[in-house]
């Protein structure tokens, strides 16, 4: 099993930026990737940006390219979600999560997940 607790949430401006981290503990290393997924009240979840534990391949949804960058500290165990020029459409709730299965998906089946982290986007 994966623990993940998210932090770095918070309020900001459209054009803002924040950074969320991510930061896993338990069987990390046996983990294939790791992500961000967000949900708004209403809708279902949303996969954000994922980055694989070997290689770092990346793989953003259309909606945060060249917006968002997602990274990782293997030897730390924390996955990084920078977010720039934010929009009040990026308002949601943020979930990372880990998955010990490829590839690496938009499912929010299999996957561990924490428990969130807000971001509120003002116009």
């Known amino acids: 099993q994966v623990q993940l607790v998210e932090s770095g949430g918070g309020s900001v401006q459209a054009g803002g930026s924040l950074r969320l981290s991510c930061a896993a503990s338990g069987y990390t290393a046996s983990t294939k990737f790791m992500g961000w997924f967000r949900q708004t009240p209403g809708k279902g979840r949303e996969g954000v940006a994922s980055?694989?534990?070997?290689?770092?391949?990346?793989y953003y949804a259309d909606s945060v390219k060249d917006r968002f960058t997602i990274s990782r500290d293997n030897a730390k165990n924390i996955v990084y979600l920078q977010m720039n020029s934010l929009k009040p459409e990026d308002t949601a709730m943020y979930y990372c999560?880990?998955?010990?299965?490829?590839?690496?998906?938009?499912?929010?089946?299999?996957?561990?997940w924490g428990p969130g982290t807000q971001v509120a986007v003002s116009s």
């Open positions: 999560v880990a998955d010990f299965h490829l590839p690496c998906s938009w499912s929010t089946e299999g996957k561990y």
């Open positions: 980055i694989l534990r070997s290689g770092g391949a990346t």
